[in-house]
């Protein structure tokens, strides 16, 4: 089992900045890859960047690409996703996500373990 809780959403005016925390405890991560995903209101939760924790292979959804970037930091076990240039269009919940294994999927009904979430909210 791994446990996932996220941290760092919050409100912000379009054009600032954010950084979400995901830490990880349980099983070992070095054998998962790890992301984020968000769902907006009405809409399907869909894949925003996920990362391979042992190579640091990294995939972006097209509508965040060159404005957010992932991250993780071995020795906390914590991934981030380090939001820069927020539109009101990245409103969301925000949700981390695991599954065990190298190769990057990008749709959620693929991912093993889900944190419970944390809202972001871009005000225009």
């Known amino acids: 089992q791994v446990q996932l809780v996220e941290s760092g959403g919050g409100s912000v005016q379009a054009g600032g900045s954010l950084r979400l925390s995901c830490g990880a405890s349980?099983?070992?991560?070095?054998?998962?890859?790890m992301g984020w995903f968000r769902q907006a209101p009405g809409k399907e939760r869909e894949c925003v960047a996920v990362?391979?924790?042992?190579?640091?292979?990294?995939y972006y959804a097209d509508s965040v690409k060159g404005r957010f970037t992932i991250s993780r930091d071995d020795t906390e076990n914590t991934v981030y996703l380090q939001m820069n240039s927020l539109k009101p269009e990245d409103t969301a919940v925000y949700y981390c996500?695991?599954?065990?294994?190298?190769?990057?999927?990008?749709?959620?009904?693929?991912?093993?373990?889900w944190g419970k979430g944390t809202l972001v909210t871009v005000s225009s």
């Open positions: 996500a695991a599954k065990l294994g190298l190769v990057l999927f990008k749709d959620y009904h693929d991912m093993d373990y």
């Open positions: 349980g099983r070992t991560v070095a054998s998962y890859m």
């Open positions: 990362i391979n924790w042992s190579h640091g292979n990294t």
